[in-house]
């Protein structure tokens, strides 16, 4: 079974400084990870995925992602937080072998990012 | 814009009615789910459509039925509700066999039950 988990319920960050949004995840075989935004009262936005390859992931907005196998994580990271950043993050993992290749997501990480 | 569309946006249903709630995607992909969002439970995954066959029920009340016309296309139909399945429904798409490609999402459905 495929698992992921966000420790942190909230991140509160000033602006300008680096925001880190946390994620450690279990999965038998290779994992493939995401990270989604979500702002209020809006659907899920796709913000980047690791596949293979090198260890450190660039997305849209200025996020990247480090994948780190020791220790099953998949940081989400941001040199220099914007108040525009404040939103909900997931981290989701995909069972390539699932039957419709469904996602599992953590239970989200609030991002506030104060000016 | 995602390419998911749902409609509609918001609604508000009593509990003796029958409503459905509709997801079209316009990305040319296979596999659709329903997602769940409550304040509970952020994300719970509902059901999941590939090929047009449902593959996964995760143990979902039969007050939920899902449908699936077509690849383009995904319902789910509503009847006699209670007040705590008021929640943000949220229908998603990805190419399910193509590798590890990310899932859509579309805006969601704002449920209230009353």
Sequence with gaps: ?115 | ETGVTQTPRHLVMGMTNKKSLKCEQHLGHNAMYWYKQSAKKPLELMFVYSLEERVENNSVPSRFSPECPNSSHLFLHLHTLQPEDSALYLCASSQAGAGPTEAFFGQGTRLTVV
């Design chain 1, 1 to 115: 079974a495929q698992s992921v988990a966000q420790p942190e319920d909230q991140v509160n960050v000033a602006e300008g400084n680096p925001l880190t949004v946390k994620c450690t995840y279990s999965v038998s075989g290779n994992p493939y990870l995401f990270w989604y935004v979500q702002y209020p009262n809006r659907g899920l936005q796709f913000l980047l995925k690791y596949i293979t390859g090198d260890n450190l992931v660039k997305g849209s907005y200025g996020f990247e992602a480090e994948f780190n196998k020791s220790q099953t994580s998949f940081h989400l990271k941001k040199p220099s937080a914007l108040v525009s950043d404040s939103a909900l993050y997931f981290c989701a993992v995909r069972d390539y072998r699932a039957a419709g290749n469904k996602l599992t997501f953590g239970g989200g990480t609030r991002v506030l990012v104060k000016p």
